[in-house]
């Protein structure tokens, strides 16, 4: 099992940035790949970013130059930089880990982007 904590969720204003982070525990090892997706309110979940264990990056066209996925040294921790944030980024933000073909879920982080 592989357990997901997202944190670095709020509310923001127009043209601001937050940083969401996720961290992993349980059995972590072989992770393949680390992401996010989000969720808006009467939509349908869709992917943000991914990052593989061997570093490469995959974004949505609509967050590409704004959404920034990273990890730290130790591969347990993603982070998702997101800057110069629109109202339409308001999400529900599920952070996820796949691991020898299981998807394993994180609770989700509310981004709420209004003045």
């Known amino acids: 099992q592989v357990q997901l904590v997202e944190s670095g969720g709020g509310l923001v204003q127009p043209g601001g940035s937050l940083r969401l982070s996720c961290a992993t525990s349980g059995s972590i090892a072989s992770i393949n790949a680390m992401g996010w997706y989000r969720q808006a309110p009467g939509k349908q979940r869709e992917l943000v970013a991914l990052?593989?264990?061997?570093?490469?990056?995959k974004y949505a066209d609509s967050v590409k130059g704004q959404f920034t996925i990273s990890t730290n040294n130790a591969k347990n921790t993603v982070y998702l930089q997101m800057n110069s944030l629109k109202p339409e980024d308001t999400a529900v933000y599920y952070c996820?880990?796949?691991?020898?073909?299981?998807?394993?879920w994180g609770k989700g982080t509310l981004v709420t982007v209004s003045s």
């Open positions: 990052i593989t264990n061997g570093g490469s990056t």
């Open positions: 996820y880990a796949s691991r020898a073909g299981i998807v394993y």
